[in-house]
């Protein structure tokens, strides 16, 4: 058998690890330094907790867990029918799975704050860094396993809320000193927009449509369109829109005078406002901000402020972060007029697009700061007190464990882990107590004693 691993997922070695938790790490010490704390959900969720959640095309993409042990149920005649009509059908069906891997945080989150609403202090800020499953097509950037990194707040309509996690975007874009756009919209700007075209009922066919506009342009979001049911004068009216070109200032007055006659596209226009205008007194380090009226995010479950982001560098052109306002998410579970907001990292695209862009630190390449080298057995016996001294100053250290192997061999293997510095141990230094300590990238050799050693390294 020739070993291998499933389509859109991916093996990480121990460097892509390394950088992959200098991404998490990043994105946790900018959650946790505006007050949001950690929480953990099951990787499979009961499917009813899933379905009806993200859109038919959603739903299509759930990972379904068949039930067990089905070839011994006293129902296996009716599995096996039912398996048929799943597959003719794409319904779900409770003799054959009952449970599916989830497809984000957000809806598990939902569920988890009704679940434990008695416990929890709201608002509730909680941060979530796990692993989704979608059944998608495997693309450059685009996978099958991902890890999704989380921030929410509910229990609040406060728009302060959108402002702080456009500053926290910022922040993280700005730690890992990637270029970055944040596009803003709002839904209630497209419920408008459906509404003043006449086709209030269909909002869903049409942000579903609008949210496909990079990937299929403007002839293929027309056609989809028309096959979902939409007149020829409501897509005529849609196009100015879609081909609107201009300011975020230029692009409020053309919402206003397009949106006059519906009261929750101006609503829209008024929080979008709002944002813009905080974000713009906190003067943002890194990330550009611009209204994009044709932004969708195709998720049924948002009703307000809607945000992507996407590298300004390099060439991924999808979403790295996403997320927006949900009003009533919890309602579906028995916990109404629960308002939340929140975004999502990307962790594997933004990983793609570090890697790409080489801006990885020099510090992330090595998690080994100092090696051991010795020349025998009691040179290494002599090293093993100093080393567990090294590491309990808090540095990063190891010893070349076969002490008969020679100085090249230890010298390669501190090349090929990108270890930084090597202390030498000889007969010399045993006798002195002064260590040789070797900069790997310069060369440069000197004579220390171990204290020195470590206040040099920390």
Known sequence: MKPGIPKGTRDFSPQEMVRRNYIFDTIKQVFQRYGYLPIETP???????????????????????LNSRIHESKTKDKSKEDFDRMLNQSVNSQYLTEKALRYDLTVPFARYVVQHQHEITFPFKRYQIQPVWRGDRPAKGRYREFYQCDADVIGSNSLINEVELVQMIDDVFTKLKMP?????????????????????????????????????????????????????????????????????????????????????????????????KTVASLSLTTAEVEL?????????????????????????????????????????????????????????????????????????????????????????????????????AGINSEIYPDAKAKMKKQMSYADDKKVPFVVIIGGDEMQSGLLSLKNMASGEQEKMSIESIIEKLK
């Open 43 to 65: 990787a499979m969720e009961n499917i009813e907790t899933l379905t009806g959640k993200y859109g038919e095309e959603g739903d299509q993409l759930l990972f379904k867990i």
């Open 180 to 276: 970055v756009v944040i596009k803003i919209n709002n839904r209630k700007i497209l419920s408008g927009i459906a509404e003043v075209i006449g086709e209030k009922e269909r909002i869903i066919e049409i942000t579903v449509a609008i949210d496909k506009l990079d990937k299929i342009g403007v002839d293929g979001v027309n056609k989809e369109l028309k096959e979902n049911g939409l007149n020829d004068e409501a897509i005529a009216k849609l196009q100015p829109l879609i081909e609107f070109k201009g300011t975020t200032l230029e692009k409020v007055n053309f919402l206003k005078t397009l949106l006059a006659s519906s009261e929750t596209g101006l609503k829209g226009i008024e929080e979008v406002e709002y944002i813009f």
């Open 292 to 392: 994009d009226i044709t932004l969708a995010r195709g998720l049924n479950y948002y009703t307000g402020a809607i945000f992507e982001v996407k590298a300004n560098a390099g060439t991924l052109t999808s979403s790295i972060c996403g997320g927006g306002r949900y009003d009533d998410l919890t309602g579906i579970f028995g916990l109404p007029n629960m308002s939340g907001v929140g975004i999502s990292f990307g962790a594997d695209r933004i990983y793609d697009v570090l890697n790409e862009l080489n801006l990885y630190p020099e510090s992330v390449a090595a998690s080994t700061k100092l090696l051991f080298v010795t020349f025998g057995e009691a040179e290494q016996n002599y090293c093993l007190p100093l080393l567990a001294q090294v590491r309990k």
